[in-house]
């Protein structure tokens, strides 16, 4: 009966350490809004010149957290921007980042029982837009790049968390005509969000 009791007791022990990192484990979606800093090099002729802008957006985020210990937890997650990303403006329009997404992958560390500080690493694709019908430009083209940053996420209940985060991404080199010149353009952005993050 001893036994059996102080079996019971370390199972419990047990249990409780595992759902302190457990909160923040498992299936997971969210929603954040995003203040997004862009730049562009624009490199044409030898002359490079480094573009500029800001904007406001939305972002959706789906993901699953992963138990590595009691206080460590690694998330995985996919993020869709539902809006726009400004990274430049040239001749008056805007350099945009459209249908832009990122997979990652964020080890996390337990500050305390609330609250998960993590660091994330980033695969980023997308489209990056220009359309300038004074000059008879229309870029459209598909970009990729990769990014880093980190977060923090507080719980709020057992299953809903507040979230903030930021993030640089850089994407690769690109080269495009113009007319009968080529430039070669180079976008990035530096994506600060907060939302909220629900879990299943």
């Not at 079996?7 to 909160?23: F, I, P, Q, T, W």
């Amino acid at each position: 009966m001893k036994l059996a009791l102080k079996s019971s007791l370390l199972a419990l022990v047990c249990v409780s350490g595992a759902a302190m990192a457990g909160n923040f484990s498992g299936p997971e979606a969210g929603a954040s809004v995003t203040m997004n800093g862009g730049s562009t090099k624009f490199k044409s002729d030898g002359e490079e010149v480094t573009l500029g802008g800001e904007s406001i957006g939305f972002k959706l985020h789906g993901g699953y957290g992963l138990d590595v210990s009691k206080d460590t937890v690694v998330l995985l997650g996919l993020d869709y921007n539902v809006t726009d990303l400004v990274v430049g403006n040239i001749l008056g329009e805007n350099f945009k980042t459209k249908n832009s997404w990122s997979l990652s992958v964020a080890p996390g560390m337990l500050l305390n029982d609330k609250t998960l500080a993590y660091v994330k690493l980033s695969y980023e694709a997308g489209n990056l837009s220009l359309k300038v019908p004074s000059a008879s430009v229309d870029v459209d083209k598909s970009i990729s790049g990769f990014g880093y940053g980190i977060g923090l996420r507080t719980e709020i209940n057992k299953t809903t968390f507040f979230e903030t985060e930021i993030k640089q991404v850089n994407y690769k080199k690109s080269s495009y005509k113009f007319g009968g010149d080529t430039a070669d353009i180079t976008p990035a952005v530096t994506v600060g969000s907060v939302g909220v993050v629900f879990k299943f």
